[in-house]
Nanobody
Framework: QVQLVESGGGSVQPGGSLRLSCAAS????????MAWYRQAPGKERELVAA???????NYADSVKGRFTISRDNAESTVYLEMNSLKPEDTAVYYC????????WGQGTQVTVSS
């Protein structure tokens, strides 16, 4: 059974930074393309960043140049480094497979506010 556990969220001021982690278990992690998603109150869940099994990355236009996705296959973990955070980045952040989703984890709350 796949389990995804996100962590690292918190409350920061605009311009601040956070590093999110997502530990996956119950899967052969290295053969899956992975991604981070977010859902703000009253909005649809959206793709933030994705990383292929080969390490190629792509980002939503709204986070390009500020966020960096990476993965550690040995630790079955995907990371999201977030810099220059803006209030509009406030959301619950989730990781999952790119494409056909597994059961969603609980997510981690990121709040950007002065």
């Amino acid at each position: 059974q796949v389990q995804l556990v996100e962590s690292g969220g918190g409350s920061v001021q605009p311009g601040g930074s956070l590093r999110l982690s997502c530990a996956a278990s119950g899967i052969f992690f290295s053969v899956h393309n992975m991604a981070w998603y977010r859902q703000a109150p009253g909005k649809e869940r959206e793709l933030v960043a994705a990383i292929t099994i080969g390490g190629n990355t792509n980002y939503a236009d709204s986070v390009k140049g500020r966020f960096t996705i990476s993965r550690d296959n040995a630790e079955s973990t995907v990371y999201l480094e977030m810099n220059s955070l803006k209030p509009e980045d406030t959301a619950v952040y989730y990781c999952n497979r790119r494409g056909e989703y597994w059961t969603w984890g609980q997510g981690t709350q990121v709040t950007v506010s002065s």
